[in-house]
């Protein structure tokens, strides 16, 4: 599973026989996120005759959670094709969202699809992308005096500490790169021990 994401928002603008294409591209991690932002924009630009989107959740190859939407847009010319971009770009957890202003001259469905792709394409031209890391939160149980090891393990790893917790022992929950699981354990030793999932 190796894809790319989207590390900020980003907006482009094309004009196209006078219609304006202004596509907007957002990180996102689940529909719900997703849908907020389609939202948000049909609010700001509620006098566009069209909000059209595609999305995908999680990696691009495997889209069992992605979703488009033409908008009144002749079926199959406007969210599929911003569809298309994002799954040839590798790109995943992403939204873009075109709003289209017409400007009185049709496009035609040849026109309209290379539009929607070319706006989608011109968001993909200003993103910073980064490649994906699936992430694991676990929690570490340890001694007091082994503490301060456990952190400079978990930080050499490149983990981030979320919670500590102090009882008879010290509890640390902690998020790293899923593919530093075993190093953790290992690096460990007898300073602490992984707490295996329930």
Known sequence: MSYQTLKRAVTARLEIKKSEFIAY??????REEAMFHVEQLREQYADARHHCWAYIIGDPDNTTSAGFDDDGEPNGTAGRPILNVLQHKAIGNII???VRYFGGIKLGAGGLTRAYAGSAQAAVDQMT?????????????AEFATEAQCRYIVDSLNGSIDNVAYSKQVLLTVTLAE???????ESLAVAGRVLESP
């Open 25 to 30: 591209a957002y990180p996102v991690n689940s």
């Open 96 to 98: 873009i969202i075109v």
């Open 129 to 141: 992308l980064s490649a994906y890391v699936p992430m694991i939160t676990v929690q570490i149980l």
């Open 179 to 185: 593919a530093d699981i075993n190093n953790l354990k």
